[in-house]
């Protein structure tokens, strides 16, 4: 069966749950990943029952924390030195 995966097509030989697909794609980081299936999210607790079926567009996502940008620019600016974070 012919599933998407961010982006990617990929062929399964069954269906699986969205665990056991985190598994055969090598997931990065399996413990921090949000899943999205046809644009919805699932819940983490839903991952070893929710089965991908054929058709269906799987995106594995990562939320990434910022600005430490204008944390390190003020520190910059308050002590006048370049390395200052």
Same mark, same amino acid.
């Given at each position: 069966m012919k599933i998407t995966?961010?982006?990617q097509d990929v062929l399964l030989e069954? *269906?699986?749950t969205v665990q056991e697909l985190l598994v055969a794609q090598r997931a990065e980081?399996? *413990?921090?990943?949000t899943v999205g299936i046809n644009e919805e999210l699932i819940e983490r *607790?839903? @991952?070893a029952d929710?089965?991908?079926r054929a058709g269906d567009?799987?995106?594995f996502l990562y939320f990434m924390g910022g600005g430490? @940008?204008?944390k390190v620019k003020a520190?910059?600016?308050?002590?006048?030195k370049e390395g200052a974070a």
């Open positions: 995966v961010n982006g069954k *269906e699986l980081m399996p *413990e921090y990943v *607790e839903d @991952f929710r089965k991908v567009s799987v995106e430490s @940008f204008g520190a910059k600016a308050a002590t006048g």
